[in-house]
């Protein structure tokens, strides 16, 4: 079991935007706003759930947590609050892109500038739905999230070809990928 270490967590949550950048901008509509079917997420879906959860989930918490204890539970996150938030369909990728990479910088700098020190990990807070956790846990989920949604991100773009790689299929195992992440 791999203990929680807040700068392997940050060496992935820093490089989160990088990656969705070099894998998204430019790149033509059908990789963008292509989905896996009726109420499923296309790439600009998740990015805007990334940045919902940079506004109101990541750090938020963290403030409760380490302000209030297990005393006051975090707020709900809506998971689906970039669906409802109206998004301008016309807009290319590129902006979402650089307001997650901004609110991204923002919210890691207000980490570090925390100072936090490993007696601090052990730190308990109350999650509305799963109860007590502790802030190495909210930290370490914060970027498995990442990566969950980077895998959600691949899976999805390679649905588009679906079909246009015949035979070949069976050998590519993001196509039989039944999805471990719910939107």
């Given at each position: ?160 070809y679906r079909d246009a790689v015949g035979p070949w299929s069976v050998y590519l195992g993001v196509l039989q990928c039944a999805g471990h992440s719910t939107p």
């Amino acid at each position: 079991m791999t203990e929680f270490s807040l700068a392997e967590a940050i060496a992935v949550l820093t490089r989160t935007p990088a990656t969705l950048n070099a894998l998204l901008r430019g790149l033509p509509d059908i990789w963008v706003r292509g989905n896996e079917g009726k109420d499923t997420w296309n790439a600009f879906d998740i990015v805007g759930h990334l940045i919902v959860g940079e506004r109101t989930d990541w750090m938020p918490r963290v403030r409760i947590l380490l302000e209030n204890g297990e005393a006051r539970p975090f707020d709900p996150f809506d998971r689906f609050a970039q669906l409802k938030e109206g998004q301008d369909k016309s807009l290319a990728i590129d902006q979402p892109l650089d307001e997650f990479a901004r609110l991204r910088r923002e919210n890691l700098a207000a980490l570090q500038a925390l100072n936090l020190q490993h007696e601090d990990f052990t730190r308990r807070g109350r999650h509305p739905a799963l109860g007590v956790v502790t802030l190495s846990e909210l930290l370490a989920t914060w970027a498995v999230h990442d990566l969950t949604h980077v895998h959600q991100l691949s899976r999805v773009m390679a649905h588009q070809y679906r079909d246009a790689v015949g035979p070949w299929s069976v050998y590519l195992g993001v196509l039989q990928c039944a999805g471990h992440s719910t939107p």
